[in-house]
């Protein structure tokens, strides 16, 4: 799993109380109702993020460029691949034929070059191409018991060596042989020129009339008219009991250069790979047939869709950290709205005396006057596709915001707010990135433009003139001084559990000690590190050996351990344990996780707790697992 964080480019105050003062560099952000002198006077804020971050993350970790997952379930149809041997030039690149088709292997690529990894694939595999240069002499029987089955069988040339004694296969100048119903149906010459493969009919073939070949109580043999017909006359001097010129031989699966049919993704591994990444499969994993050489498979299709690719699962916060919320003797709800419009930032502060108007107000979009280049909100007329605005007759401005999309997703988020419950500002605005990632990466005529975020209370909540219902929503804003700037959570599904050739069991103790055995202690706010946990059971069982038992390191449970990452000096969470996002890997080396520092405030020291389920039972370990983050 995986959290990425990015903070705003700008972000301000719009207060009724004044049509044209800017606050882009107040400390707080505020979207609160009070009354002054009698009077209901509605504040909102605004905060935009930076599209470019927002494309950069979704193109690197979730699609966009084809980063995604392959689909594990892609309704019975074959995943599209192009196949290469590593080696040999002589080796097939495709095939059309049905040969012997193998029992299906679970299996995992040996490297890859992209970023993906961990994806099991069903590969199938058949044998219709004769090994080159392979002797098949002790295949030739006077009754073969094979019996074809319908496909292309080749390429394959019988050519004489020692008087007709010893025949042998090659892929330079050979013969396809189409079976069909037990019989011989066509046969083509086949020219290996590098690794292309050009047909043609042979002089005289019929495929109505094999004359060249047939079957006899399903024996497969070739005449000496069949072979002289593919490569002339001469080559073969095999002479039955009857006096005939024939070639017996029998298909065997040893004698066949093993070739991939069938490659499709298999739950529930795998993750990152891309259209056109190269996939290896050691020679090895097909025990018992005779590959030489590594089989390389090349990711292709032809569109990115959902037939044969899924997008990486990934959700979005906005997260706001209080300051000051008051007001909530009564529930209150604030509502999120992706702005309608640009804005500017400005550069001023509630209290400037004379006040600042060089950025958005209540009444202004970008700076007060009658300058050229000046905006006021919307407050008339038609507000544009699925944008509106809410505003007293007496104040009229306060910004314009979408209520829905042509994309089809819902983009007004909201939270409610109680006594004595959560009072910071964190809302699921998913199909908000979604909607602004479609007009500006896939089609700028669907969704609208990312002009920001748009908080304020329910508008029956504003402009009313009793202390009752009013409320107080202060958070802190891009430009505090502490350690609480605004700012979206990026979470994506990067979860990868697979403990390859390891024989290490699962901690199936409580009792244990827990670490991460490659800790470093100081890291630069730059860098994503991953963290490997050491887990090993404070009694463990003992077992003849002559290595220490606490050297043997233990898996966590697959599917439900969790890391949190708190501030040591606050104890606040700052990645809070989540079910879907920060979920404990594992590999050949040991269970571990993943970390983007540049989601932690530098200069600043951390904990890291474990979350994960032992006999059935749910334990949190804290045992001082700590490190720093320094600026670089």
Excluded: C
């Excluded at 109680?418 to 998913?430: A, E």
């Amino acid at each position: 799993m995986a959290i990425y964080k990015i903070f705003p480019t700008k972000d301000t105050s719009l207060y009724s109380i004044s049509s044209s003062m800017n606050t882009g560099l107040d400390e707080i952000i505020e979207a609160s109702t009070n009354i002054q002198n009698t009077l209901p006077q509605v504040s909102r804020y605004l905060l935009q993020f930076s599209q470019t971050e927002i494309n950069s993350w979704i193109t690197t970790y979730i699609s966009g460029s084809g980063v995604t997952v392959l689909n594990t379930d892609i309704g019975g149809s074959d995943f599209l691949y192009d196949q290469t041997m590593t080696s040999s030039a002589n080796y097939p690149t495709q095939s059309d034929g049905v040969g012997f088709i193998t029992p299906s292997w679970d299996l995992i690529p040996s490297s890859s070059t992209g970023n993906g990894r961990g994806q099991h694939f069903n590969v199938q595999t058949h044998g219709s191409y004769f090994i080159p240069n392979r002797n098949i002499a002790d295949t030739l029987v006077i009754t073969p018991t094979f019996t074809a089955n319908n496909g292309t069988y080749g390429p394959l040339i019988l050519s004489n060596d020692a008087g007709g004694v010893n025949l042998t296969s090659s892929l330079s100048a050979s013969i396809n042989l189409t079976i069909h119903d037990n019989q011989i149906t066509a046969a083509t010459i086949v020219n290996n020129g590098s690794a292309s493969y050009v047909t043609s009919t042979l002089p005289g073939t019929n495929a109505s009339f094999p004359y060249f070949s047939y079957f006899d109580e399903k024996d497969l043999y070739l005449t000496q008219a069949a072979v002289d017909a593919a490569l002339g006359a001469g080559v073969i001097n095999n002479i039955d009991s009857n006096g005939d010129p024939e070639l017996y031989f029998k298909i065997g699966a040893d004698d066949l250069v093993t070739t991939v049919t069938v490659l499709e993704a298999q739950p529930p591994y795998g993750i990152g790979y891309r259209p056109g990444d190269e996939l290896v499969f050691k020679s090895e994993s097909f025990a018992g047939y005779p590959m030489s050489d590594d089989i390389t498979i090349k990711l292709s299709s032809p569109s990115v869709s959902a037939s044969n690719w899924s997008d990486r699962q990934f959700g979005v916060d906005l997260r706001n950290s209080a300051a000051v919320v008051s007001g909530l003797n009564i529930d209150q709800v604030l509502k999120v709205y992706p702005v309608s419009g640009s804005w500017g930032m400005g550069t001023g502060k509630y209290n400037n005396a004379p006040q600042t108007t060089d950025g958005a107000s209540w009444m202004w979009r970008t700076y007060s006057g009658s300058d050229a280049g000046a905006l006021k909100w919307q407050t008339t007329g038609t507000y544009g596709d699925k944008a509106t605005a809410s505003f007293a007759s007496t104040a009229e401005g306060g910004g314009n915001w979408y209520t829905g999309s042509n994309v089809g997703l819902p983009v007004i988020q909201s939270q409610s707010f109680s006594y004595g419950n959560n009072v910071d500002l964190s809302v699921d605005v998913t199909d908000t990135i979604k909607t602004w990632n479609t007009n500006s990466l896939v089609d700028n005529a669907k969704g609208f433009t990312n002009d920001g975020f748009l908080v304020k209370q329910s508008s029956s909540k504003e402009f009313v003139n009793s202390q009752a219902v009013t409320a107080t929503f202060r958070y802190f804003s891009i430009d505090t001084n502490t350690i609480y700037p605004p700012l979206l959570d990026l979470k994506w599904e990067d979860w990868y559990y697979n403990t390859g050739s390891s024989n290490n069991s699962v901690l199936t103790t409580p009792e244990a000690f827990m670490s991460v055995y490659n800790n470093n202690g100081t890291y630069y706010s730059q860098s994503v590190e991953r963290f490997r946990i050491a887990a090993i059971p404070k009694y463990p069982d003992i077992v003849f050996q002559t290595a220490s038992l606490y050297t043997t390191n233990f898996y966590l449970h697959e599917s439900s351990s969790l890391y949190a990452i708190k501030d040591t000096d606050t104890n606040e969470f700052v990645i809070p344990f989540d079910n879907e996002y920060t979920k404990i890997s594992a590999d050949s080396t040991s269970s571990y996780f993943d970390v983007f520092m540049n989601g932690l405030e530098p200069e600043r020291y951390y904990t890291i707790l474990i979350k994960t389920v032992v006999d059935g039972t749910t334990h949190v370990f804290d045992q001082d697992i700590m490190f720093k983050v320094v600026n670089g």
